[in-house]
């Protein structure tokens, strides 16, 4: 599922491509198989022009000129492509002398609607040990599920929740409550250091599914996890383990020995 510096990734090939471009040929998906977006939305598109794309969490906002955003989510593997053609696409549109297509074959993504209720983002200057000790206090849910909830903090999924937890060396299912203030600031500063180094990569592409940018590239953070999809942990060379249970039904590698 695309996070944070997935979407982020996303955002920049298609601010740097279609910005200042007028939108026209909106198309919708088979409304048999895609909810259709609301028409708010469609009428905002059509004729509008491209001033950015902006990123909040896990969602894309396409502002328009003089007629404000269309919220994107891509759910569980949408893909907005440029000028790729295909079976699912749930949306397209043209920009210029490019088809923007918004593949969602397995229909977990979004066009329009409200933003929901986020929680801070992870790489604002202002998020800080402290921001995260806010959100952790008093809480007795796993620190990897509180760190996956949008709500609480956005951005964040199972890849980089897990490779976060490695770098600052906490175990998934520790009650979030439970982490000392030294273990707290070392959490806050490796959330920033994973998803920085995973935008600076392009995200992650983790198998034949998986993420691709707008152009086809896929990512190279998959090069660099320690434990997510990892047998050896990528730091001692140890087994990596599952949790007794899954954690916010997701499976939740983890290194027992660099982890505590
Ligand atoms: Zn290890």
Request: proline share 17%.
């Given at each position: 599922m695309p996070e944070l510096p997935e979407v982020e990734t996303v955002r920049r090939a298609l601010d740097a491509r279609l910005r200042g471009r007028v939108v026209c040929g909106v198309a919708v998906g088979r409304p048999t198989f895609y909810r259709r977006p609301p028409a708010v939305a469609l009428k905002a598109l059509e004729g509008g022009r491209v001033a950015g794309w902006r990123r909040r969490g896990k969602y894309l906002l396409l502002d328009l000129e003089g007629r404000g955003s269309v919220v994107f989510h891509l759910g569980m593997s949408g893909r907005l492509t440029i000028g790729k053609d295909g079976p699912h696409a749930r949306l397209s549109f043209r920009a210029g002398d490019d088809e923007i297509f918004f593949h969602d074959a397995r229909r977990f993504g979004r066009v329009g609607g409200p933003l929901p209720a986020l929680g801070p983002?992870?790489?604002?200057?202002?998020?800080d040990a402290s921001v995260l000790r806010a959100v952790l206090r008093g809480r007795s849910a796993p620190v990897k599920a509180l760190l996956m909830d949008q709500r609480l903090i956005a951005g964040l999924g199972n890849i980089y929740a897990s490779e976060a937890l490695h770098l600052a060396g906490?175990?998934?299912?520790?009650?979030?409550?439970?982490?000392?203030r030294a273990e707290t600031a070392s959490l806050a500063a490796a959330c920033r250091r994973v998803l920085e180094l995973g935008v600076s990569l392009g995200g992650s592409t983790l198998d034949d599914e998986s993420f691709l940018d707008p152009l086809g590239r896929p990512g190279r953070m998959q090069e660099r996890v320690k434990v997510y999809g990892r047998r050896a942990c990528g730091t001692c060379g140890g087994p990596v383990r599952d949790t007794r249970r899954p954690i916010g039904g997701r499976s939740s590698p983890h290194c027992p020995r660099c982890q505590s």
């Open positions: 983002e992870p790489l604002d200057p202002g998020f906490v175990r998934p299912a520790r009650a979030g409550g439970s982490l000392t």
